[in-house]
């Protein structure tokens, strides 16, 4: 009889493809839809809108960063393709990227903005922006090829479980 504990980790290994999924749902809402309305209130302050972003994309960071740790620890501690492998690889050192060298940068411009300090007029954000948009298409395409996996599997068990054993 398999243990409560390895039942659970069969399951979450079979179905990454939901923290997956999550983390898409994160950076679009955060990424694509909190930061663009919140510069849209006519009352907020450039200052205070970028305290509140400044707040909200750390904790959005320190996420992405327990999600791609967890979807890159069941991929590779587990039998999963190749494919899949290099592709987690893949969006895990556009995370560390952005990690590392954008948000340094960024970071350094917005405290500077929110203490009243002048800055010069170039910006780093368009290539955040970018590599956001890249990030969330790599990992709609790592959920597709996590499905295809996951559908590939319960076909295999299907033909090989004791139901279809006796027919």
Avoid at 1 to 9: H, N, P, T
Avoid at 97 to 103: F, N, P, R, V
Avoid at 111 to 123: D, F, K, M, T, Y
Avoid at 150 to 164: D, H
Wanted: proline share 4%; with cysteine; glycine share 4%.
């Amino acid at each position: 009889m398999i243990s409560l504990g390895k039942r659970l980790l069969a399951r979450v290994t079979e179905r990454v493809f939901v923290f997956t999924l999550l983390w898409i749902g994160f950076v679009c809402a955060i990424s694509f839809m909190e930061t663009p309305l919140k510069f849209q209130a006519p009352s907020l302050t450039l200052p205070v809108a970028l305290e509140i972003g400044h707040l909200v994309f750390h904790a959005l960071n320190t996420l992405e960063i327990g999600l791609a740790s967890a979807i890159t620890a069941i991929t590779l501690l587990t039998s999963w393709p190749r494919r899949i492998r290099v592709l987690t690889f893949l969006i895990g050192l556009l995370l560390a990227t952005q990690t590392i060298l954008l948000y340094t940068v960024l970071d350094a411009r917005t405290l500077a903005i929110i203490h009243g300090l002048e800055v010069p007029e170039r910006s780093f954000h368009p290539f955040y922006v970018a590599l956001e948009g890249v990030k969330v298409v790599l990992l709609l395409f790592l959920t597709y090829l996590q499905l295809e996996e996951y559908e590939a599997r319960i076909r295999r068990t299907a033909q090989f479980s004791p139901e279809t054993a006796n027919d």
